[in-house]
């Protein structure tokens, strides 16, 4: 707990992420990374330098093979940390599998979620929406980013959205997938299950199981990887904007 508390609050000073006053929405979709992130902030909140609230959001995507008995141990574990939670109920899953017949649902229902997500945040007074996403999310994006579309880019830490006047944080992106899923596990956290046919089954997955291989094949890579997104100063990408000419040239000393 103390590693994944650490990461976060150096994350959330790095990036200006909370200010004094701020009311949270915090995205608890069911996952390990959510439930995570929604006890970190709990925690973070008995010793921050401010004061701020948090309450969580879980958008019910209305799959009927959702695990009722799980949705009872998030409520009852919102009872007890005494953490307000709203259950959102929506046809999400109705509307891309059986209405459009989505055959690549994921971008469609993200975008569902998140106009939810955002509706339910102003409803209840927040400024702020705290996402889960963790540092092998941000480096999986980058990869699929550059793979699918031909650009460098992730996810921001920060995000300022002007149509609805809502801050996007994500305290999470220094903390790799494997602490949050020993973290769920070691304090029994309330996980709900994604029963969604597309799960593991995306080209996230395979994204996912890509950058395994790679560091498998060179142990390190992906934390050298991820020093990239985190130290962007280090890149040396062309900028059309100066004349190559004037550029100077950093790649004579490098150790390739």
């Known amino acids: 707990m103390q590693k994944i508390l650490g990461l976060a609050r150096r994350a959330i000073d790095d990036y200006k992420m909370i200010k004094e006053g701020d009311k949270i929405a915090v995205g608890v979709s069911g996952g390990k990374d959510s439930i995570c992130l929604l006890t970190i902030l709990h925690n973070y909140k008995k010793f921050a330098p401010y004061k701020f609230d948090i309450i969580a959001v879980n958008i019910n995507l209305g799959f009927e093979q ?3 008995k799980e949705v009872e141990d998030l409520i009852n574990f919102c009872k007890k940390e005494e953490i307000p939670l709203i259950i959102h109920n929506t046809d999400i899953a109705k509307i891309i599998f059986e209405d459009r017949k ?3 649902p994921c971008s469609l229902c993200s975008k569902m979620r998140r106009g939810a997500l955002n509706t339910v945040a102003i409803q209840n007074g927040c400024n702020k929406i705290a996402l889960g996403h963790n540092a092998d999310d941000i480096l999986e994006t980058m990869l699929m980013c ?3 579309e031909g650009r460098f880019s992730t ?4 995000s300022f959205m002007d149509r609805t006047n809502i801050t996007l944080i994500r305290p999470l992106i220094y903390v790799e997938e494997k602490y949050l899923a020993a973290l769920a596990k070691k304090y029994n956290l309330p996980v709900v299950h994604n029963p969604c046919p597309k799960d593991k089954n995306s080209n996230r997955s395979e994204t996912k199981e890509l950058i395994e291989q790679i560091n498998n094949n060179k142990p390190g890579t992906k934390q050298i990887m991820l020093g990239a997104i985190y130290n962007p100063s ?3 990408l062309w900028d ?7 550029k100077r040239d950093n790649t004579d000393n490098r150790k390739i």
């Open 66 to 68: 959702t695990d009722q």
């Open 146 to 148: 550059l793979m699918n």
């Open 240 to 246: 059309t904007s100066t004349p190559q000419e004037y």
């Open 234 to 236: 280090r890149n040396n």
């Open 102 to 104: 989505e055959k690549s």
């Open 155 to 158: 996810f921001s830490p920060v």
